[in-house]
């Protein structure tokens, strides 16, 4: 759990209960007491109205609530805007991500500002995703998470099969289609494969290492290179 995630966790925690310990909270979070303790004092110094001791027990003055989080029209344009492109050409789990995300800004947002967030003025409404596509940047986008090889059965650009091993290390988007970046063990070296060409993928046991060299980054600033030289 992030550190912001966790402070946030025990303000809603001392919010609920009468009285708090730390140990309790500490169990709850799977943290140390002594990491407990450090993370009220540092709430206590922003201004959070926690009120106790070590080895007694902690609670939040009445009346007191986490601000609300505050927009600009713009920026929740763009949040809903994102949104929509995630659910129209992304897998599914994302396009789930997405409106989870929506519902839970709206539902913090102040009164005035969730009829801007309820009526978006850019849309993205049409799926352009199908079920295959959507499988596979699944399967590649969790392989990227766990460093999982991937076999792929792949056409190139003159027709022909091409049976490749890769390092996948991360997806992107160039407006109408996915491709994903990776180190192909064929090439040695950087490549950049297109989802819709892809005929078959099998995800491998073996995981490849954080390589310096051949990282994401790497890619990026390899790409990034090249991109530099032809124009």
């Known amino acids: 759990m992030r550190r912001a995630d966790r402070l946030f966790q025990i303000v809603q925690f001392l919010r609920t209960r ?13 943290v140390s007491e002594r990491t407990v303790y450090r993370d009220i004092k540092d709430l206590i110094t922003s201004g959070v109205n926690i009120e ?17 989080l505050m927009f600009t029209k713009e920026e929740i344009s763009a949040l809903a805007l994102g949104a929509s492109i ?5 897998d599914p789990a994302l396009a789930t991500a997405a409106k989870s995300v929506l ?6 947002l102040p009164d005035e500002m969730k ?13 352009h995703m199908s079920p295959e ?3 596979r940047m699944a399967t590649i986008r969790t392989a990227a998470d766990t460093r999982n090889k991937i076999q792929l059965d792949y056409a190139r650009a003159d027709g022909q099969s091409s049976d490749r091993i890769i390092w996948p290390l991360g997806l992107f988007f160039w407006g109408s289609l996915w491709t994903i970046g990776a180190w192909c063990e064929l090439r040695q070296a950087f490549r ?4 819709d060409r892809i005929k078959g993928l099998t995800l491998l046991e073996e995981t490849f290492p954080a390589e310096k060299g051949r ?9 990034k290179s090249v991109w530099d030289c032809e124009n």
């Open 192 to 195: 950049i494969f297109r989802l």
């Open 52 to 68: 106790g001791e070590a080895g007694v027990g902690y609670v939040v003055r009445r009346g007191f609530d986490l601000p609300p």
């Open 133 to 135: 596509l959507s499988e």
């Open 103 to 108: 519902s839970k800004i709206e539902t913090v």
């Open 86 to 90: 995630v659910e129209s050409w992304a």
């Open 18 to 30: 009468r009285v708090t310990t730390a140990a309790w909270l500490a169990e709850r979070l799977e």
């Open 115 to 127: 009829g801007e967030f309820g009526q978006p003025r850019m849309f993205s409404l049409f799926s």
């Open 215 to 223: 990282t994401l980054q790497d890619l990026i600033e390899y790409e």
